[in-house]
């Protein structure tokens, strides 16, 4: 932190926390994520200005044999590092096997450190970690879709019943490397049946997924199928 601290050095760091939430949150809005654009940048300067005034408290404190005044300047930081958890834990969602949020809830953690930098005068720590986390985000997506080959999904089939078999079914699942380990047959109101499989898979990202949708949608009986990632 800085022994002193002027207005110049306020606005300053405040527009880079600014700047840091908005572009990793273009990232996170781009695709719809619970925690976008705004969410982002919220968090960020709210991070910045918490170490702003921990500096100015740093800074402004009395110490001297008529007033003395200790503070513990790193209590509001860290109060602030616990309470995003808060907020993180509400952008997970978990719906059986299905979780989802986590990289959004990192993402929000992240930003809070990286406006605690630059709201302590870290400049070149909070943009080095701002350039690690866009990399993170925008880049490392492409090469984990290449590298990482086994994946967790689940399908929906809604066919009718002068379509498909289920062991038909089941047959062309493993034909295409899913390994299901659990699955759910529900009947209709109208006579068709809603198959649910979840387990495992090896092929590339998005594509082997997508394939497979295409390939039973335009099977004779079938009226519907969906497929969920869950990693």
Request: net charge positive; aromatic share 8%.
């Amino acid at each position: 932190m800085s022994p002193t601290l002027s207005w110049a050095d306020v606005l300053f760091r405040l527009a880079l926390g600014f700047a840091a939430g908005f572009l990793i949150g273009l990232d996170r809005g781009e695709h719809a994520h619970p925690a976008g654009l705004r969410t982002t940048i919220l968090v960020s300067v709210a991070a910045t200005a918490a170490m702003i005034e921990a500096n100015w408290l740093l800074v402004h404190t009395v110490d001297t044999q008529i007033s003395i005044v200790r503070l513990d300047m790193m209590r509001l930081p860290l109060g602030i590092l616990s309470g995003i958890g808060f907020i993180g834990a509400g952008a997970i969602l978990r719906r059986g096997e299905l979780v989802r949020g986590l990289t959004t809830a990192a993402t929000l953690w992240l930003v809070t450190v990286i406006g605690l930098c630059f709201g302590g005068g870290q400049t070149l720590l909070g943009v080095t970690v701002t350039i690690v986390a866009l990399v993170t985000l925008w880049l490392m997506k492409y090469v984990e879709a290449v590298t990482v080959r086994g994946r967790r999904g689940r399908i929906s089939i809604i066919f009718s019943s002068e379509g498909l078999a289920e062991t038909t079914i089941f047959t062309l699942l493993a034909e295409r490397g899913f390994n299901m380990r659990s699955y759910r047959v529900e009947l209709l109101p109208d006579a068709s049946t809603n198959l649910t499989c979840s387990g495992r898979y090896r092929g590339p990202y998005p594509g082997w997924s997508t394939d497979l949708v295409r390939d039973l949608a335009k099977r004779r009986g079938v009226n519907r199928v969906q497929w969920d990632d869950t990693d």
